[in-house]
């Protein structure tokens, strides 16, 4: 499955910005798939992931209640809603899908489709 990440942007602190994470050749139906982000200098960030099973959420404790991850199966898309941006979120954002175990659910290494990634800008 070959995913693409769109709907990044530039915004001020406090706003709001929705990305969303399409899929062709496949289907999300069969994955787990996450947003992770990296910062200039940087190592990639767990952000959120939604799971297959269970379609159950997992948020990084930075964006824990800020941010929202949604899947639609039935459109393919895994969507992020973040709002109350902060500066310290700027960052290219990348969506991945993979079949992680529990415990491995935040690590980048457990997803191995990856998706170009979108730039998000936050001034203060």
């Known amino acids: 499955v070959q995913l693409q990440a769109f709907g990044g942007g530039s915004v001020q602190a406090g706003g709001s910005l929705r990305l969303s994470c399409g899929a062709s050749?496949?289907?999300?139906?069969?994955?787990?798939v996450g947003w992770f982000r990296q910062a200039p200098g940087k190592e990639r960030e767990f952000v959120a992931a939604v799971s297959l099973g269970n379609m159950r959420a997992y948020y990084g404790d930075s964006v824990q209640g800020r941010f929202t991850i949604s899947r639609d199966n039935a459109k393919n898309t895994v969507d992020l809603q973040m709002n109350s941006l902060k500066p310290e979120d700027t960052a290219v954002y990348y969506c991945?899908?993979?079949?992680?175990?529990?415990?491995?659910?935040?690590?980048?290494?457990?997803?191995?489709?990856w998706g170009q990634g979108t730039l998000v800008t936050v001034s203060s």
């Open positions: 991945g899908a993979g079949r992680p175990i529990l415990s491995s659910i935040s690590r980048s290494s457990a997803y191995y489709n």
């Open positions: 050749g496949g289907t999300f139906r069969t994955y787990t």
